[in-house]
């Protein structure tokens, strides 16, 4: 994670840099992709009052936090568990979702025949999609040779189908529909 601290209306010392910034790496451990993630810390003297003020982006997060108190060392302390919790909570709901969205599909095979005759499903499979990258499910194509493959887009958090076009390309069929 890349941390910038700006500080206003005093000079830091060594030991408050790298204590925040070691308060502030402990928070990794809740973000899914940690090294992309920018955080911007300001921490700023007003008289009395010591105020941090934190704002955390990362793919498909976006978080900001303020707290004051009459010491910086316990204003970290307090911003830092604020965030964690923040971000904890979001870590749920995320969990929440891909859970909710791996539920069944339910695949089936349909002959056609001539007019006058009656349609019949001939087979039925069940299949839970695995979330997966959009490249992910390109090579899991390629490596098990279906002509398509049903995955959990894990981006979007929607069923997606990916399949082979005659050009060598690959297609994606996305409904645009959460589950």
């Keep these: 994670m ?3 601290f700006h500080f206003k209306n005093f000079e830091p010392s060594d030991g408050l840099r790298d204590y925040a910034a070691k308060r ?18 300001t921490l700023t003297v007003e008289k009395t009052r010591q105020i941090v003020d934190v704002i955390i982006d990362a793919d498909m997060v976006h978080i900001s936090a303020r707290e004051r108190s009459e010491d ?3 204003t970290v302390d307090l911003i830092t568990d604020k965030l964690e919790a ?11 979702r891909r859970k909710a969205a791996a539920g069944q599909v339910t695949t089936e095979v349909v002959s ?15 299949y839970s ?9 390109a ?10 493959f049903v995955f959990l887009n894990s981006e979007t958090d929607r069923v997606n189908v990916i ?3 005659k050009n060598g390309d690959y297609g994606l069929i996305d409904p645009g529909v959460s589950f």
Excluded: C, W
């Design 86 to 96: 923040q971000l904890r909570k979001m870590r749920e709901k995320m969990k929440d």
């Design 129 to 137: 999609p695995k979330p997966m990258a959009v490249e992910e499910a």
């Design 163 to 165: 399949y082979k076009r």
């Design 112 to 126: 056609f025949t001539e007019e006058g005759k009656v349609h019949s499903i001939e087979e039925s499979d069940r």
């Design 24 to 41: 502030f790496d402990k928070l990794t451990k809740y973000m899914p992709n940690a090294e992309t993630a920018e955080m911007t810390v």
């Design 72 to 74: 910086m060392y316990s």
């Design 2 to 4: 890349n941390i910038a």
């Design 139 to 148: 090579e899991q194509l390629n490596v098990l040779g279906y002509e398509f």
